[in-house]
């Protein structure tokens, strides 16, 4: 999951809406994934929610990158 782009959530969440809620005021939503994609918002929120998951798996002991897991 580590290197995650937003697009790469598009299965999961309805894309129209997540467009909208991640615009400013006049903003004009994004239409496509590469628009997705180069959105900072859209990146920092996949970021920060891959930052949460890793701590909470490490903390853990569920999963930890190059090992294996219990």
Same mark, same amino acid.
């Given at each position: 999951? %580590?290197? =995650?782009?937003?697009?790469? %959530?598009?299965?999961?969440?309805?894309?129209?809406?997540?467009?909208? %809620?991640?615009?400013?005021?006049?903003? $004009?939503? $994004? @239409?496509?994934? @590469?628009?997705?994609?180069?959105?900072?918002?859209?990146? +920092?929120? $996949? =970021?920060? !929610?891959?930052?949460? %998951? @890793?701590?909470?798996?490490? !903390?853990? /002991?569920?999963?930890?990158? /190059?090992? +294996?897991?219990?």
């Amino acid at each position: 999951m %580590l290197g =995650s782009t937003p697009s790469n %959530l598009i299965p999961f969440i309805d894309f129209y809406r997540v467009a909208e %809620l991640l615009c400013d005021g006049d903003q $004009v939503p $994004v @239409t496509n994934e @590469t628009e997705l994609d180069a959105l900072p918002r859209a990146i +920092q929120l $996949v =970021s920060a !929610a891959e930052s949460i %998951l @890793t701590m909470a798996a490490k !903390a853990r /002991g569920i999963y930890l990158l /190059g090992a +294996q897991s219990k």
